[in-house]
């Protein structure tokens, strides 16, 4: 196996998929936010000054998904055709829960685009909640899922 954004010499370059057919592509990442239950609390309870911390990290994460390839320098800019974002409130262990999914019919898959999506969710979820929470940590970002494409389906945990 090679490394695909690097030439013969090891050089890094955009990989060419002016050659590859355009078919139907789904990747799934998750993450997740550790803070203090008195935050969590206030989350849930739309107690923040800034306002409604998820709706604003929902639109975050869209929003970064759609700008992906304007910051990882090799990554194509891609149609999306959806991406969802879902949180869960994990009072008992002081977790907020980041699931992204993101859609897409083009040559290349959307892997960066879900585990962009997850990252910007937290790091918004960290600002969102700083002022109350300087001690929260954003950890666990990976991909879970992706389907379509030459490399066919890949599931965490799936045995290969």
């Known amino acids: 196996m090679s490394l ?28 997740r936010v550790r803070a203090a239950p008195a935050t ?7 107690g923040l000054k800034k306002g409604d911390v998820l709706a604003v990290a929902r639109i975050a994460a869209i929003q970064a998904a759609k700008k992906c390839w ?5 990554c194509h800019q891609i149609p999306l055709s959806g991406v969802t974002v879902e949180f869960e409130l994990d009072h008992d262990n002081g977790i907020i829960h980041i699931q992204a999914q993101c ?22 979820l960290y600002d969102m909640c700083k002022a109350v929470d300087r001690g929260m940590s954003i950890d ?21």
């Open 4 to 31: 695909t954004h690097t030439d013969q010499n090891g050089h890094a370059h955009m990989v060419d998929v002016s050659a590859k057919t355009d078919s139907a592509r789904v990747a799934r990442a998750s993450g």
């Open 70 to 74: 304007e910051l990882i320098p090799l």
């Open 140 to 160: 666990t970002v990976r991909l879970e899922a992706k389907s379509g494409g030459a490399g066919g389906d890949w599931h965490r945990g799936a045995q290969a």
């Open 40 to 46: 969590l609390a206030l989350i849930r309870d739309n």
């Open 103 to 124: 859609k897409t019919t083009a040559p290349t898959g959307v892997e960066m685009e879900a585990l962009t999506a997850v990252s910007v969710a937290g790091l918004t």
